[in-house]
């Protein structure tokens, strides 16, 4: 298949003479198509990994599979088991005005769902949406990133053993094919990637008043509480920063930790890291920074902090180039751009922070991130970060695990996103609620009608709305016109007409 702009149109009309043929998939047929992806990503699961590898330079294999392979299995397994209750309509209430009629929601198919995946973790965020997009009865195009072109071929080939293209299609190309790709008019849009070109997303989209579901970034933030374990905090954090060399928007962008426990939680992070990574440079198992371009923004990330006067602690050995060890950065300022850029790799800035209020404020005075994370056993301060601190979602005590359950949505607020692609919420998201009223034949709606104002309307008015305030019953004239919006009572410029 051609990743052309050309063809890009021509799959989209045939996917929508598709949905007018087939607008509501049963929920037999939904099954078995999420049951055959399933079943290829098994079949599948090495030469996927060894595609993503390669896209990268190395990544680590289990790394590859357990999120990139396992979860997506993980999530067709949990609509399998809640698709029938999904699907199902829901019955709503009448008002009282309206009782013995009925009211529910059909969750309908939107259509045709465009999907464009970014190249950190490129099949999960490929085929994650396409799953749910499947189980809500729609139609898939998905632009994969010019970033993961081996990843590209090979899921392009899982897929085309299962789907025709006017169900499923899988396009590369570069940025011209995906800033197409953006404008098309789909039923619905899901994005995975930096804030500034989800910004770019929403804009093509708006175009053609495509809804948008948006999974971005921002720096998520990483709270060790007085009550936390240093040891435990530490590991967990270290874990987050190396998993992927820290390319993932839900990594822990930088700690908040009481200033008199610093040094203890940076020994206690270099120690976790060497004991996962002895040696970076040679493990299999530590992943690559995925290009160039992104090396080169590690050095220079380091080199101005260290300018501006922060001291960088390497836990490891590197290669100069795509294999970077963590990087614990301490004695930060804000204008450090480590402070204010989405890292997106393993660096870690640890911010001194000695109380739950300070925390609150720093993270409030910035961008709503990701996710949010905290570390302790005080259940006042865990009620609290539920409550008053926006994020997309959070782990307490680890990190990003919330991203696994099944049953929960994933998505951003603010700054990190909108919406969310998966769980009951992500059903809902890609599905269409359509409201259905039924009127009984004898319901006697004739009493609506005109000519208004008999003994019935009235009735019903002042059971409604009671009786209205005499005081406001103001003289209504030609002489006393409403001001127009923006007017003054100076304005004379009717008069003076």
Not at 23 to 51: C, G, H
Request: with cysteine; charged share 20%; glycine share 8%.
């Amino acid at each position: 298949m051609k990743d052309s702009i050309e063809n890009l149109r021509d799959v989209l009309a045939r996917q929508r003479a598709a949905c007018l043929a087939s607008p509501y998939p049963e929920r037999w047929q939904r099954r078995r198509a999420l049951k055959e992806v399933r079943e290829a990503l098994s079949r599948y699961q090495d030469r996927l990994a060894a595609a993503m590898s390669d896209d990268f330079g190395r990544r680590s294999e289990f790394e590859c599979k357990m999120l990139d392979v396992m979860f997506p299995a993980l999530q067709i397994d949990h609509a399998l088991a809640n698709l029938r209750r999904w699907m199902k309509p829901q019955k709503r209430h009448t008002d009282w005005l309206f009782l013995s009629n009925s009211a529910k929601v059909v969750y309908q198919p939107k259509g045709v769902v465009g999907v464009i995946a970014a190249w950190n973790f490129p099949v999960v965020e490929a085929v994650g949406p396409m799953i749910m997009a499947i189980a809500a009865g729609n139609r898939v195009m998905i632009k994969m990133s010019e970033f993961s072109s081996r990843s590209t071929l090979v899921l392009r080939e899982m897929l085309a053993e299962i789907f025709p293209q006017d169900q499923v299609a899988v396009f590369g190309g570069g940025v011209d094919v995906a800033q197409a790709f953006a404008s098309l008019p789909f039923d619905h849009i899901v994005f995975t990637g930096s804030p500034a070109v989800g910004k770019e997303i929403m804009r093509a989209a708006s175009a053609n008043l495509t809804p948008v579901t948006l999974e971005l970034g921002g720096k998520s933030p990483a709270i060790v509480a007085p009550s936390a374990s240093i040891a435990a905090a530490a590991r967990s954090i270290a874990h987050g920063k190396a998993f992927n060399a820290g390319q993932a928007c839900v990594a822990p962008d930088y700690a908040l930790v009481p200033r008199d426990r610093i040094d203890e939680f940076v020994a206690a992070a270099v120690s976790a890291f060497q004991r996962m990574y002895p040696d970076p440079v040679g493990d299999p198992h530590y992943t690559w920074i995925a290009s160039d371009r992104h090396a080169t923004r590690v050095q220079a990330l380091l080199a101005d902090a260290v300018a501006k006067g922060a001291t960088v602690i390497s836990c490891g050995t590197g290669n100069g180039s795509h294999v970077v060890p963590m990087q614990i950065v301490t004695d930060v300022t804000p204008d450090m751009r480590i402070m204010h850029e989405e890292l997106f790799n393993p660096i870690l800035p640890v911010v001194a922070c000695d109380s739950l209020d300070e925390s609150i404020r720093y993270i409030t005075a910035r961008p709503r991130p990701l996710a949010l994370y905290y570390y302790g056993a005080d259940a006042g301060e865990i009620k609290r970060l539920e409550r008053d601190v926006h994020a997309g979602g959070m782990t307490i005590n680890d990190w990003a695990w919330h991203v696994f359950q099944g049953d929960l949505p994933f998505g951003g607020t603010g700054n990190s996103g909108i919406g969310s692609w998966r769980g009951p919420e992500g059903f809902r998201a890609l599905s269409h609620g359509k409201a259905v009223l039924k009127m009984r034949r004898w319901f006697p709606i004739g009493l609506f009608h005109p000519p208004y104002g008999t003994r019935v309307q009235r009735l019903i008015s002042k059971l409604f709305l009671g009786h209205p305030d005499p005081a406001l019953n103001l003289p209504c004239s030609h002489e006393s016109e409403p001001r127009r919006y923006g007017s003054t009572a100076q304005d004379t410029s009717r008069e003076s007409t």
